[in-house]
């Protein structure tokens, strides 16, 4: 896979082609909004969206059975739109497919519920995907609340960076030490290296903000359901590819991401669910031996952090019964990670709700 420097268009690439939809399609777009236990976020998510001074918009938003304020502080705003409501949470995949089937508009943004969208970011996104008629999805450059760059766009998942993450070694590949002296190797194996600066096609942005059009999103069925919470955005963006579209990185639009409000709430289920989701990612899309070292390094790392959950348990730190219920958590993990695997089988396991 080329470096993103690989992957830039210059200005004139982009408009080259005709569009291929109707302008009055086009100029429609409906908001998808997923909200879990979004009570602290949600009204700032919907406020900036009211303000981007669109003609032709409508707003759904899926609640997956929130246990906070959520639905209160979505009334309470006053602003036109569709609410949702799932009676268990579904998970963000299916609870978006729902809110895009209650919507007619011929552009679909999915967007977070801990995302602001800066002023005229839906235009520049929407004038972005117009450009060519090849291009399927647009992200934003994303930001901090303080203002700090967040990763908006990177490569395709490789085994590389998942045992980084797996195995804790992520902070310290990405230090200012580690950067400065192997910055030209690790920027081909970490998109965040990128400053962001400029419009390019890509292999797959952050799910905070992302404009798809209608006609491709149909093509390719909607997000896949069988990714409870993480990579959705990553298989959608890999079938977009496959399918013949790109997906280009416009910095000129800009959001605010307050990344991982809803998840903060209850971080074993977040850990358990990306975890399976990366191994369904890596069933459908990726080698045998991709698979096995994925597995690998899952079921050694979840057993190396439940025996030091164990030795604290020995040591009066942690609760016998606490102890008990990560375990039963953790035990379709590692029965998702001993199954069979083939090239695109789907897992037999899946995670469990993420409220639980």
């Given at each position: 896979?080329?470096?993103y420097?690989?992957?830039?268009c210059?200005p004139?690439f982009?408009?080259?082609n005709p569009r291929?939809?109707?302008?009055?399609?086009?100029?429609?777009?409906?908001?998808?909004?997923?909200?879990?236990?979004?009570?602290?976020?949600?009204?700032?998510?919907?406020?900036?969206?009211?303000?981007?001074g669109?003609?032709?918009?409508?707003?759904?938003v899926?609640?997956?059975?929130?246990?906070?304020?959520?639905?209160e502080?979505?009334r309470a705003?006053?602003?036109?739109l569709t609410?949702?409501?799932n009676?268990?949470?579904r998970?963000?995949?299916?609870?978006?497919?729902?809110?895009v089937a209650a919507?007619?508009a011929?552009?679909?943004?999915?967007?977070?519920?801990?995302?602001?969208?800066?002023?005229?970011?839906?235009?520049?996104?929407r004038?972005?995907?117009?450009?060519?008629?090849?291009?399927?999805?647009?992200g934003?450059?994303?930001?901090?609340?303080?203002?700090?760059?967040?990763?908006?766009?990177?490569?395709f998942?490789?085994?590389?960076?998942?045992?980084?993450?797996l195995?804790?070694?992520?902070?310290?590949?990405?230090?200012?030490p580690?950067r400065?002296?192997?910055?030209?190797?690790?920027?081909?194996?970490f998109?965040q290296?990128?400053p962001?600066?400029r419009?390019?096609r890509?292999?797959t942005?952050v799910?905070?903000?992302?404009?798809?059009?209608?006609?491709?999103?149909?093509?390719?069925?909607?997000?896949?359901?069988?990714?409870?919470?993480?990579?959705?955005?990553?298989?959608?963006?890999?079938r977009?590819?496959d399918?013949?579209?790109?997906?280009?990185?416009v910095?000129?639009?800009?959001?605010?991401?307050?990344v991982?409000v809803?998840?903060?709430?209850n971080e074993?289920?977040?850990a358990?669910?990306?975890?399976?989701?990366?191994?369904?990612?890596?069933?459908?899309?990726?080698?045998?031996?991709?698979?096995?070292v994925i597995?690998?390094?899952i079921?050694?790392?979840?057993f190396?952090?439940?025996l030091?959950?164990?030795?604290?348990?020995?040591?009066?730190r942690?609760?016998?019964?606490?102890?008990?219920?990560r375990?039963?958590?953790?035990?379709?993990?590692?029965?998702?990670?001993?199954?069979t695997?083939?090239?695109g089988?789907s897992?037999?396991?899946?995670?469990?709700p993420?409220s639980?």
């Open positions: 896979m080329a470096r420097a690989a992957l830039h210059s004139s982009f408009g080259s291929s939809e109707a302008a009055g399609v086009e100029d429609s777009i409906a908001f998808v909004i997923v909200t879990f236990n979004s009570g602290q976020t949600i009204e700032r998510c919907l406020g900036s969206i009211a303000s981007q669109l003609s032709r918009w409508q707003i759904v899926v609640d997956n059975a929130s246990s906070d304020n959520t639905v502080q979505i705003t006053g602003i036109s609410l949702l409501q009676d268990r949470n998970g963000f995949a299916a609870a978006c497919n729902r809110g919507t007619s011929g552009l679909i943004i999915l967007v977070n519920p801990d995302a602001r969208l800066g002023a005229g970011a839906v235009e520049e996104l004038s972005a995907l117009r450009s060519d008629e090849r291009i399927g999805i647009v934003p450059r994303l930001a901090s609340p303080d203002g700090e760059l967040l990763p908006s766009a990177y490569r998942p490789t085994v590389f960076q998942e045992l980084a993450f195995l804790r070694l992520k902070p310290l590949l990405t230090s200012r580690f400065w002296a192997f910055g030209s190797v690790l920027a081909s194996r998109g290296f990128d962001h600066l419009r390019r890509v292999d942005i799910g905070a903000c992302m404009l798809i059009r209608r006609s491709v999103w149909e093509m390719l069925g909607g997000l896949d359901e069988s990714f409870f919470l993480f990579y959705e955005e990553k298989d959608l963006c890999m977009a590819h399918a013949g579209f790109w997906t280009v990185f910095p000129e639009a800009h959001a605010v991401h307050e991982g809803s998840t903060r709430s074993l289920a977040a358990i669910a990306k975890r399976m989701s990366m191994m369904r990612y890596y069933s459908k899309h990726k080698s045998i031996a991709a698979n096995i597995r690998a390094a079921l050694v790392t979840t190396s952090h439940l030091v959950e164990a030795l604290a348990v020995a040591t009066g942690l609760p016998r019964a606490e102890l008990g219920y375990l039963r958590r953790w035990r379709p993990v590692v029965r998702e990670a001993l199954s695997m083939r090239r089988e897992g037999r396991a899946k995670p469990g993420f639980a």
